[in-house]
């Protein structure tokens, strides 16, 4: 059954999944309905309307992966705040040191006891030598890029088309018939972006050597598993020619593992031994309270302090915000790689994660549906084509919004929360296996019923 089918009658489908999601949330719709001042569009941040849902629903209580919401409706949580709650909300360690972080202070723009324990614990687990500390990814991309170019002495940064690495205005870029553009959707934009970015394809190595031929790129920014337009893998030799190709033109290598820490214990830098020049990670790492880092080589280093020692007088870097590195961030960091981000919780997301591969395989087998699974340690996604993706040209031709948001509600209203763009799933260590094999009958259940109303149609 191909494609076109399904989303024919999916169409039918979805007035019915909306009105049931609308009926079981009348207090979520109230919200979403009052006019006046307030919250613009009555949301804390205007994309939380993006959801594929009539309106958001408005979270009660989370914990572990259980969210509840104001309307009473219980949900199993498989979005996780799109990673930043990747090992469950409220990870007792890191409850443990909210309890108590007041009494020793928040934030003083100075060191704190933990701050040198953390960084040893980030050298051994994620083999760069030197570290620092940001509130979000995107503060630590920006603070990366800038640090890249003030090494290198280069302006030009290199992206893979339909990445994403946060609210950075370089990599806001998209790629249009060859040439590099600020993304179509960007407010308030008045920079053309295409002057200092490069974008090319994910797994081209012929691009990647054209493009980095020039010696003016600065650094390749790079999610080692793309997952924003759909999770693409790398191909087989492409991440060895990355590094290789970066080392012989000059280039530093910038590795974002923001998505795929999920991969493993050090994230998929450590167990594909990728050895980038800078790395990035945020939203996980401390737990689920807003912390970054970012780390560098010893060459790296070396070349940031010859860049600060250069300057006159003290002045503004670009790099830092008062809150970074604050009390709190070591605290809940330390509280993380010391008893959260361990090998026995990655063995337990895999285990659960092994289930929900195997399960959905089937599922989709049982309907003859043209469409595989990928999957980065306890990331998951199902993607609606019969083979894997190589850049983001096919993963959005393989993309389905109709589908996409006909699964999404169907899930949602019997159980379980997705992420709200291309259904991705990410496997808490606190999922029960229950949970899992819940997961993956009522994931059967629904594409047994897309199909055969497709046939009846």
Known sequence: MD????????????????????????KARAMAERKGRGLFDNVPMHWMLDWPMPFPMVIE????????????????????????????????PILDVLRNAGHRGLTTMLPSADAEIVGELLAARFGLPHWQIGATASDANRFAIRVARAVTGRRKILVFDGCY??????????????????RASLLGQVVDLGETTIAI???????????????????????PVMTNCGMILPAPGFHDTLRRLTREHGTLLLIDETHTISTGLGGYTMLHGLEPDLMVMGKPIGGGVPVSIWGMSAAVAEGLDRARRARDGHGHSGIGTTLSGSALQLACLRASLEK?????????????????????????????????VTRVGARLEVVFSPEPVRNAVEARQAASSVIEEALH?????????????????LV????????????????????????????AA
């Open 409 to 425: 509600l169907s899930l949602l209203n019997r159980g379980f929360l997705l992420t709200p763009f291309h259904n991705m799933i």
């Open 428 to 455: 808490s260590p606190a999922l029960a296996e229950a949970e899992a094999q819940a997961l993956v009958a009522v994931y059967g259940e629904i594409l047994a019923r897309f199909c055969q109303a497709a046939e």
């Open 3 to 26: 494609n076109a089918a399904i989303e024919a009658r999916v169409k039918t489908l979805l007035p019915a999944e909306r009105q049931l999601y609308a009926e079981r949330r009348p």
């Open 201 to 223: 394809p994910f797994n081209d190595e012929e691009a990647l050597r054209n493009a980095l031929a020039s010696g003016e790129v600065a650094c390749v920014l790079a999610e």
């Open 165 to 182: 690495h946060g609210a950075v205005d370089d990599t806001l870029v998209d790629l249009v018939n060859g040439r590099t553009f600020s």
């Open 61 to 92: 209580q989370a914990s572990g992966v259980h969210l509840t919401d104001i309307d009473g409706n219980a949900a199993v949580d498989l979005c996780l705040g799109d990673t930043g709650a990747m090992f469950g909300h409220g990870p007792e």
């Open 340 to 372: 959260v981000m361990i090998s026995e919780t990655y063995a337990t997301m895999a285990a659960r994660t092994d289930i929900i591969e195997a399960g959905l395989i089937t599922a989709i087998a049982a309907q003859g549906l043209p469409w595989h």
